[in-house]
């Protein structure tokens, strides 16, 4: 970011880490009924009518991530407020960063399947604002373009899931949904939530856009990676476990799923050399074990995920924030350039080693509780055990040698920094990190606190009691031998880490990318695009009202063809005048088609609007004859105008095409209106208005109160369309007669 010498910002900058806090302390008062089971809900009506409602829920679940979104919000603020504190911007990155908590904290307690699509895309516009907020450069605008697209197709799918279910259900109250599991379109709706979530948390193969997201500034990665976006979709998987989890699909596509983004992402993570980097690597491979253990089903697994979450945003943020130390310290993030630091830096030094020792999953930390419940539900998991132990087990071993990386590596051996007098930032800046790290080790030597908030969303995730204990030893078993087996590979990881490094960069040409991938498609798209353009807009008039025509004739023939309606039979007996206006109305056709004068054409063409004027003044239709009648006298009156300034009609093969056209749409017309006769009426909206157009309107003609009063706005609507048409139409002609000068 750029700074400035003459500007700083005054302490109103520190206003929304208050705000945040005050919530925080507020969230907290509901710490009793949510561990005791009880929801508390808040519900507002807001489209009764679709049976749509602003309804909120804080129970267990909710309340952890939005204790998370407001605790290490406050911390984040604070942080970027300092960070920051010589930047102009500071108060558009404050506002960003507010509008983002205030849509994630509605996405977490919403109740109503519509209130949390909205929130939900609300996140996916703000963290883009976020992602790209230096855009002045080409990379953040395209890695926030990335993450737009890939998170927003995602949530297209989302939505149509998010309805079917409410259709299915006949509510779009979350706590109010069944189970779907035997319901027929049950495949469906999981394939489109699941698609929903995976681009969210940036599942295997869309785990690509958050290492891109790093473009943004280091507080809202913190933010973003810790507390709130890339955690959404996790939260929606645990939030409707109960309607849609419970099968063997949803077990095996979580498992498999978050198992490849776990250790694909762990391998790449210690490929870097970048801090933050590697960190958004780290942070794919916490999702991927939430995904995991999530699809475990068993109150182990589900439990282990839960108390995951608690620990991954703990020492994720700490950690983030801790790269910002020093990178604003010691003028790099690079880990090559960083070395000896501890004593130069030695709060940000024990602020890495608490978090990085929590990533690491070591006694006491919290994060060893963490780690041993993720084993524990792997084993007791309902699918392969052995595969979920091992994936496991990789993964944690690779976590245990990028968290050396980070607490380690930058702060031993010669002192090396980029800048001459490193030193840490002030307090504002590393003092939130140091209350989260200083977190980490509490909570594992005090893990009593968190047994009856994690049982509570225990229930909550699978709808039925039964929750792991939360404590720090579990004597001597399976998980503790699991724990020991990682720390010994991953300190072997560790010491051969620049030997892996280079495998890893060697093998990196050979591997797929998703991104890639991505590019690929995005630029076969814009080239579709172009060439659509090129083809259909070549600025002709006649070739837009040919695809138009075509367009039009295809879909009514499909309908004649694939519809079940019965066509109505034109009557004979018909009296001999009508015959004669429809023979007048068939010459004025044939003039059109076969006329080389455009004047004559579109005379004719008001023959056969005045000859179905007549047909509607015989079936006493007055008032649409009337329409009819003044409406061709306009339409001839205008475009005879408008034809002395426009060139002369073509003819030969060309014209006979248009015929052609205009002869199948006709044709296909003609039946369709048959068709609808011979369907016959649904007199349901005709009652409707005939018991109304006078009690309500105090009108005797019906047409009359439908255009004025029962759709006025739709009517005041077209007048606007066409006053609108008619100044372009006279600014086209203007310009043509200018350019005739």
């Given at each position: 970011?750029?700074?400035?010498?003459?500007?700083?910002?005054?302490?109103?900058?520190?206003?929304?880490?208050?705000?945040?806090?005050?919530?925080?302390?507020?969230?907290?008062?509901?710490?009793?009924?949510?561990?005791?089971?009880?929801?508390?809900?808040?519900?507002?009506?807001?489209?009764?009518?679709?049976?749509?409602?602003?309804?909120?829920?804080?129970?267990?679940?909710?309340?952890?991530?939005?204790?998370?979104?407001?605790?290490?919000?406050?911390?984040?603020?604070?942080?970027?407020?300092?960070?920051?504190?010589?930047?102009?911007?500071?108060?558009?990155?404050?506002?960003?960063?507010?509008?983002?908590?205030?849509?994630?904290?509605?996405?977490?307690?919403?109740?109503?399947?519509?209130?949390l699509f909205v929130a939900w895309e609300l996140t996916t516009i703000t963290s883009f604002l976020?992602?790209?907020?230096?855009?002045?450069?080409?990379?953040?605008?395209?890695?926030?373009?990335?993450?737009?697209?890939?998170?927003?197709?995602?949530?297209?799918?989302?939505?149509?899931?998010?309805?079917?279910?409410?259709?299915?259900?006949?509510?779009?109250?979350?706590?109010?949904?069944?189970?779907?599991?035997?319901?027929?379109?049950?495949?469906?709706?999981?394939?489109?939530?699941?698609?929903?979530?995976?681009?969210?948390?940036?599942?295997?193969?869309?785990?690509?856009?958050?290492?891109?997201?790093?473009?943004?500034?280091?507080?809202?990665?913190?933010?973003?990676?810790?507390?709130?976006?890339?955690?959404?979709?996790?939260?929606?998987?645990?939030?409707?476990?109960?309607?849609?989890?419970?099968?063997?699909?949803?077990?095996?596509?979580?498992?498999?799923?978050?198992?490849?983004?776990?250790?694909?992402?762990?391998?790449?993570?210690?490929?870097?050399?970048?801090?933050?980097?590697?960190?958004?690597?780290?942070?794919?491979?916490?999702?991927?074990?939430?995904?995991?253990?999530?699809?475990?089903?068993?109150?182990?697994?589900?439990?282990?995920?839960?108390?995951?979450?608690?620990?991954?945003?703990?020492?994720?943020?700490?950690?983030?924030?801790?790269?910002?130390?020093?990178?604003?310290?010691?003028?790099?993030?690079?880990?090559?350039?960083?070395?000896?630091?501890?004593?130069?830096?030695?709060?940000?030094?024990?602020?890495?080693?608490?978090?990085?020792?929590?990533?690491?999953?070591?006694?006491?930390?919290?994060?060893?509780?963490?780690?041993?419940?993720?084993?524990?539900?792997?084993?007791?998991?309902?699918?392969?055990?052995?595969?979920?132990?091992?994936?496991?087990?990789?993964?944690?071993?690779?976590?245990?040698?990028?968290?050396?990386?980070?607490?380690?590596?930058?702060?031993?051996?010669q002192q090396k920094s980029k800048k001459e007098t490193p030193k840490d930032p002030s307090i504002?800046?590393?003092?939130?990190?140091?209350?989260?790290?200083?977190?980490?080790?509490?909570?594992?030597?005090?893990?009593?606190?968190?047994?009856?908030?994690?049982?509570?969303?225990?229930?909550?995730?699978?709808?039925?009691?039964?929750?792991?204990?939360?404590?720090?030893?579990?004597?001597?078993?399976?998980?503790?031998?699991?724990?020991?087996?990682?720390?010994?590979?991953?300190?072997?990881?560790?010491?051969?880490?620049?030997?892996?490094?280079?495998?890893?960069?060697?093998?990196?040409?050979?591997?797929?990318?998703?991104?890639?991938?991505?590019?690929?498609?995005?630029?076969?798209?814009?080239?579709?695009?172009?060439?659509?353009?090129?083809?259909?807009?070549?600025?002709?008039?006649?070739?837009?009202?040919?695809?138009?025509?075509?367009?039009?004739?295809?879909?009514?023939?499909?309908?004649?063809?694939?519809?079940?309606?019965?066509?109505?039979?034109?009557?004979?007996?018909?009296?001999?005048?009508?015959?004669?206006?429809?023979?007048?109305?068939?010459?004025?056709?044939?003039?059109?088609?076969?006329?080389?004068?455009?004047?004559?054409?579109?005379?004719?063409?008001?023959?056969?609007?005045?000859?179905?004027?007549?047909?509607?003044?015989?079936?006493?239709?007055?008032?649409?004859?009337?329409?009819?009648?003044?409406?061709?006298?306009?339409?001839?009156?205008?475009?005879?105008?408008?034809?002395?300034?426009?060139?002369?009609?073509?003819?030969?093969?060309?014209?006979?095409?248009?015929?052609?056209?205009?002869?199948?749409?006709?044709?296909?017309?003609?039946?369709?209106?048959?068709?609808?006769?011979?369907?016959?009426?649904?007199?349901?909206?005709?009652?409707?208005?005939?018991?109304?157009?006078?009690?309500?309107?105090?009108?005797?003609?019906?047409?009359?109160?439908?255009?004025?009063?029962?759709?006025?706005?739709?009517?005041?609507?077209?007048?606007?369309?066409?006053?609108?048409?008619?100044?372009?139409?006279?600014?086209?002609?203007?310009?043509?007669?200018?350019?005739?000068?």
């Amino acid at each position: 970011m750029k700074e400035t010498d003459s500007y700083e910002a005054g302490p109103w900058r520190f206003v929304p880490a208050a705000v945040q806090a005050a919530l925080f302390v507020w969230f907290c008062t509901f710490l009793p009924t949510a561990s005791a089971g009880t929801p508390v809900d808040f519900i507002w009506q807001w489209v009764p009518a679709l049976g749509i409602e602003a309804a909120f829920r804080i129970d267990a679940l909710s309340l952890l991530f939005a204790l998370l979104i407001t605790g290490i919000g406050a911390i984040c603020f604070l942080y970027a407020a300092e960070y920051f504190h010589a930047d102009r911007r500071l108060k558009r990155l404050l506002t960003l960063m507010s509008m983002f908590a205030a849509s994630m904290l509605i996405l977490v307690l919403a109740d109503d399947a519509i209130t949390l699509f909205v929130a939900w895309e609300l996140t996916t516009i703000t963290s883009f604002l976020l992602v790209g907020y230096d855009h002045q450069k080409d990379d953040a605008r395209h890695k926030a373009q990335q993450a737009l697209i890939v998170t927003g197709i995602g949530g297209l799918a989302l939505m149509a899931g998010l309805i079917l279910m409410g259709s299915v259900a006949g509510t779009y109250r979350i706590s109010e949904m069944g189970s779907f599991a035997d319901h027929s379109l049950y495949l469906v709706m999981l394939g489109l939530v699941l698609a929903g979530c995976f681009t969210k948390s940036a599942q295997f193969p869309f785990h690509f856009w958050l290492p891109g997201a790093m473009a943004a500034p280091t507080p809202v990665s913190a933010y973003l990676h810790s507390a709130t976006m890339v955690k959404a979709g996790v939260y929606l998987v645990a939030r409707l476990t109960p309607q849609l989890g419970g099968t063997e699909v949803w077990t095996w596509t979580l498992t498999l799923v978050g198992a490849v983004t776990m250790v694909v992402a762990s391998f790449w993570a210690l490929r870097q050399t970048d801090l933050k980097l590697m960190l958004a690597w780290t942070t794919l491979m916490g999702l991927g074990t939430l995904m995991m253990g999530l699809g475990g089903g068993s109150y182990y697994a589900v439990g282990g995920a839960l108390t995951f979450i608690l620990v991954h945003a703990l020492y994720k943020a700490s950690l983030f924030l801790a790269v910002g130390l020093l990178d604003k310290g010691a003028g790099s993030r690079e880990v090559d350039d960083l070395s000896g630091l501890r004593h130069a830096m030695p709060i940000s030094f024990g602020i890495a080693v608490l978090a990085g020792a929590s990533m690491a999953g070591l006694p006491p930390f919290v994060g060893f509780i963490g780690k041993e419940l993720s084993y524990e539900g792997g084993l007791q998991t309902q699918t392969e055990e052995i595969f979920v132990a091992t994936m496991s087990v990789i993964a944690n071993a690779l976590m245990f040698a990028a968290a050396g990386l980070v607490a380690i590596r930058p702060f031993f051996g010669q002192q090396k920094s980029k800048k001459e007098t490193p030193k840490d930032p002030s307090i504002y800046m590393w003092s939130g990190p140091a209350i989260l790290a200083l977190l980490g080790l509490l909570l594992g030597l005090f893990p009593g606190g968190l047994d009856a908030l994690i049982t509570a969303m225990v229930e909550v995730v699978r709808g039925e009691p039964g929750a792991p204990e939360v404590k720090l030893w579990h004597g001597v078993n399976a998980a503790l031998m699991l724990s020991l087996l990682t720390f010994a590979i991953g300190g072997v990881l560790f010491w051969g880490l620049p030997e892996l490094r280079r495998s890893l960069t060697r093998e990196e040409q050979r591997v797929p990318d998703s991104a890639a991938v991505y590019d690929v498609l995005l630029n076969a798209l814009r080239d579709t695009a172009s060439w659509t353009a090129r083809t259909v807009q070549d600025g002709r008039m006649m070739s837009y009202l040919r695809a138009t025509f075509i367009t039009l004739a295809l879909m009514v023939w499909a309908a004649i063809f694939f519809g079940s309606g019965n066509v109505a039979r034109i009557d004979p007996a018909a009296p001999i005048f009508h015959w004669v206006i429809v023979a007048i109305i068939v010459a004025c056709v044939i003039a059109i088609i076969f006329t080389g004068s455009r004047l004559i054409a579109i005379t004719a063409l008001g023959g056969v609007g005045s000859g179905i004027a007549v047909i509607f003044v015989l079936y006493s239709a007055i008032d649409v004859a009337m329409t009819q009648l003044l409406t061709e006298i306009l339409i001839v009156v205008f475009v005879a105008v408008a034809f002395i300034k426009l060139p002369r009609a073509g003819t030969g093969a060309l014209r006979i095409g248009d015929a052609i056209i205009s002869a199948v749409l006709g044709l296909g017309i003609t039946f369709a209106m048959l068709a609808v006769l011979g369907a016959g009426l649904e007199r349901d909206v005709t009652q409707f208005f005939e018991a109304n157009a006078y009690p309500e309107a105090a009108g005797r003609n019906i047409v009359n109160v439908i255009l004025v009063d029962f759709r006025a706005l739709d009517t005041l609507g077209e007048v606007a369309v066409v006053v609108i048409a008619g100044i372009a139409a006279l600014a086209a002609l203007r310009a043509g007669r200018e350019v005739n000068k």
